[in-house]
Nanobody, 123 residues
Framework: QVQLVESGGGLVQAGGSLRLSCGASGNIFSINVMGWYRQAPGKQRELVATITSSGSTNYTDSVKGRFTISRDNAKNTVYLQMNSLKPEDTAVYYC?????????????????WGQGTQVTVSS
């Protein structure tokens, strides 16, 4: 069974740092894009950052210069280093991955989500 497991969330004061991790496990042949999304109370889920298998990155404007996404392909893991955190960064952060996996119908590309990890930034 393929799954994404996140860790690293928590409570931090404004200006502080947190590092999120997300590992993919199961019958995975390859991983294309991995990314982080977040959803604040009463708001829609939004893209935070993505990274391709070759290392190309993309960030939403509000986190540029503060957050860094990276990945370890050997460990099927993606990271999000969050520095200079602000109260408006408070949200549930979700890991997302585009995986090439073995299914009941053979090898296919599927989109997977983690269970989410809470990040709370106090002012």
């Amino acid at each position: 069974q393929v799954q994404l497991v996140e860790s690293g969330g928590g409570l931090v004061q404004a200006g502080g740092s947190l590092r999120l991790s997300c590992g993919a496990s199961g019958n995975i042949f390859s991983i294309n894009v991995m990314g982080w999304y977040r959803q604040a109370p009463g708001k829609q889920r939004e893209l935070v950052a993505t990274i391709t298998s070759s290392g190309s990155t993309n960030y939403t404007d509000s986190v540029k210069g503060r957050f860094t996404i990276s990945r370890d392909n050997a460990k099927n893991t993606v990271y999000l280093q969050m520095n200079s955190l602000k109260p408006e960064d408070t949200a549930v952060y979700y890991c997302n991955a585009d995986l090439f996996v073995f299914t009941t119908t053979g090898w296919n590309t599927r989109d997977y989500w983690g269970q989410g990890t809470q990040v709370t930034v106090s002012s």
